[in-house]
């Protein structure tokens, strides 16, 4: 077999041995978590405990939970990320359930530094505060904003706010006679890695119930982040208006202890975290006192390279998204279909929406819109999909209460509603629907039962739907999982990323290849100059010339590889310095090699077209 070139012919033995030349280097895999920086959000109850590692493992706690969850909580979530020592450890502030399990982790771990707000109205009636003193002397530093935190290479770490003081303001807010004084005193950091950025802020007040309104103030300061912390556990003190509107997160992580007596992370602030019109990935590490909008995570574990970042829970599944300067794919009608509906499980909270995205290049879902016959939400979240990956979006976010869905989308509480017998379900973006599914009381599922799509390339009919026999919970279905019934004839695919220049460190570019039925395949990544006409191997059309680049294509590391089991592949491109060479059109593609069977390509993906940035 042979590859035909206008005017000449490469050989498939020629390509075989140069392939042989090249061992199979190990590409970036779209799917891995991004390498870089570490946040672990510590499940401690009703306090709160955030370990930052840094690029190169320096490693700052924030804050270690009340008395005894320094040693069943925080010190665990350090071995599980072979955290060995600490740059530091940061205190918000004084109470309790922030300091109380400090010396626990100082006496098991060396640590260089604790930072706190220092001497001024310190608690000192706190026994927790006097046990804190004791395990820190020596090694306590009074922060002021501006101090900085060495985390390693690419990584701010800063304190923007301590004590009523404001970075950029030489003046102190009146805050000495206010409600909730210690709380009002807390110590904000602002932790930026690339395009990544977080807010922590202990237990900043707001304004609620009378306290101080230090929140808008700190938030002028900060500007856009990706990762809110939610302040004061979630209270009604906390998370204002101004705040979620100048900080605008994509995400927010609520740390608070099951049933507790405050009853965070309260109703109020909840809504205001996550509208109908702004819908966000709200977390909690716990169920709080069970109200909804939110979903449960138990320790959340974030990992970001600058560009995207992965958020996983002590749940199922895991979460990927975009930082928000990313400017991706949005999908397009045929690329995000509805695959999966449970409408009447046998727990009233179990209600859930599952999303399957079979467009061909990676994609965010920031702003799509879902509508039923009771309701609307917008998604505020930049989730990442690739091929073939799906998005649970529910009623309830607790998985105690929920049947046990995996890690996915709490939609706002009372924004819409799943009609039991019949609906109609809507999606798209900016207005536009991208897909409609209309159901009635004869449509596939019922009681318990959820309805899976058996092709999810075809239209949403009711014919192309089955009733669920796998069992999850008391209920059946397949949620964040391949439908049971799925049949669906997925052909190859290739897409590309393409990251501009931006604070992540210049442009990169990462190409995507999916064979979601062919796990297990060899398979050869290449780029070309243009794809007509292409190159003809036995009855299969390559969508590349066999130009230079092409040929400079297959020496790249990564070319030649395997497909897993998940049937996506990532290749990390080196891009051009040459000025000229930015704007230079360029085509990516990929085809099966089958040395051994009767045809040696198997199969070519599309040509994805994209401009070197």
Not at 278 to 299: A, D, E, I, K
Not at 547 to 556: G, H
Request: charged share 20%.
């Amino acid at each position: 077999m042979e590859f035909s070139i206008p005017g000449r012919t490469i050989l498939l033995p020629f390509l075989a041995g140069t392939l042989l030349l090249l061992a199979p280097a190990p590409s970036q895999n779209p799917v891995d978590p991004p390498k870089g920086l570490k946040v672990a959000f510590i499940h401690v109850g009703q306090g709160d405990a955030t370990l930052v590692v840094g690029p190169t493992g320096k490693a700052l706690l924030f804050d270690a939970g009340p008395d005894g969850q320094g040693s069943r909580a925080v010190l665990p979530q350090l071995q599980r990320m072979g955290v060995k020592s600490l740059e530091g450890i940061m205190v918000s502030h004084y109470h309790p359930d922030h300091i109380g399990g400090v010396d626990e982790v100082l006496a098991r771990i060396p640590t260089k530094k604790v930072y706190d707000r220092g001497l001024y109205k310190a608690p000192t009636y706190y026994k927790d505060y006097g046990r804190y003193a004791t395990a820190a002397r020596g090694k306590r530093t009074t922060v002021r904003p501006g101090t900085s935190i060495d985390l390693g290479p690419g990584v701010s770490c800063k304190v923007i706010a301590v004590n009523g003081y404001i970075l950029g303001s030489s003046s102190r807010l009146p805050i000495d006679k206010a409600y909730q004084y210690e709380n009002g005193a807390s110590i904000t950091l602002l932790v930026r890695y690339g395009d990544f950025s977080l807010w922590l802020g202990g237990d900043l007040t707001g304004g609620g119930l009378n306290t101080y309104d230090l929140e808008s103030r700190v938030a002028a300061v900060a500007g856009k982040v990706d990762v809110y912390q939610a302040d004061h556990h979630g209270s009604a003190t906390s998370s204002n208006s101004n705040l979620l509107r100048i900080l605008d997160p994509e995400v927010i992580v609520i740390s608070c202890g099951k049933d507790n007596p405050f009853r965070h992370p309260a109703g109020s602030a909840v809504n205001r975290m996550n509208s109908a019109g702004s819908s966000r990935l709200v977390l909690c590490t716990s169920p709080g006192n069970g109200y909804r909008g939110f979903g449960t995570s138990g320790t959340a574990v974030l990992e970001t390279n600058g560009r995207r970042y992965r958020i996983t829970g002590e749940t199922r599944g895991a979460l990927d998204l975009y930082t928000d300067e990313a400017r991706v794919h949005r999908p397009v009608a045929g690329e995000l279909v509805i695959s999966e509906v449970q409408r009447n499980p046998r727990n009233k909270d179990g209600k859930f929406l599952e999303l399957s995205y079979v467009g061909k290049e990676p994609a965010s879902l920031e702003g799509l819109e879902l509508r039923a016959n009771k309701g609307f939400f917008r998604v505020a979240t930049p989730y990442r999909l690739l091929p073939g990956q799906r998005l649970v979006l529910m009623d309830h976010g607790d998985p105690a209460r929920n049947g046990g869905l995996p890690l996915g989308h709490a939609w706002p509480y009372r924004a819409m509603s799943l009609g039991t017998g019949s609906d109609r379900i809507r999606i798209g973006f900016s207005g536009r629907t991208l897909e409609s599914l209309s159901y009635s009381s004869s449509f596939a599922g019922g009681y318990g039962v959820a309805a899976e799509r058996v092709n999810l390339l075809a239209g949403a009919s009711s014919s192309n739907f089955r009733a669920a026999v796998a069992s999850y919970g008391r209920d059946r279905g397949t949620p964040g999982l391949r439908n049971s019934a799925d049949k669906t004839p997925f052909s190859l695919g290739a897409g590309v990323e393409t990251i501009p220049f931006g604070r992540s460190g210049g442009p990169k570019i990462l190409a995507v290849a999916s064979a979601l039925a062919k796990g297990g395949s060899l398979d050869i990544l290449a780029l070309s100059g243009g794809s007509s006409p292409g190159l003809k191997v036995g009855s299969v059309h390559i969508p590349l010339n066999g130009d230079a680049v092409f040929l400079l294509s297959l020496q790249l590391p990564g070319s030649f590889g395997t497909f897993p089991a998940d049937g996506l592949r990532g290749w990390a491109l080196p891009v051009p310095q040459a000025a000229s060479a930015r704007g230079s059109r360029v085509f990516f593609a990929h085809f099966l090699v089958d040395f051994f069977g009767a045809n040696p390509i198997p199969a070519a993906s599309n040509a994805f077209s994209f401009r070197i940035p």
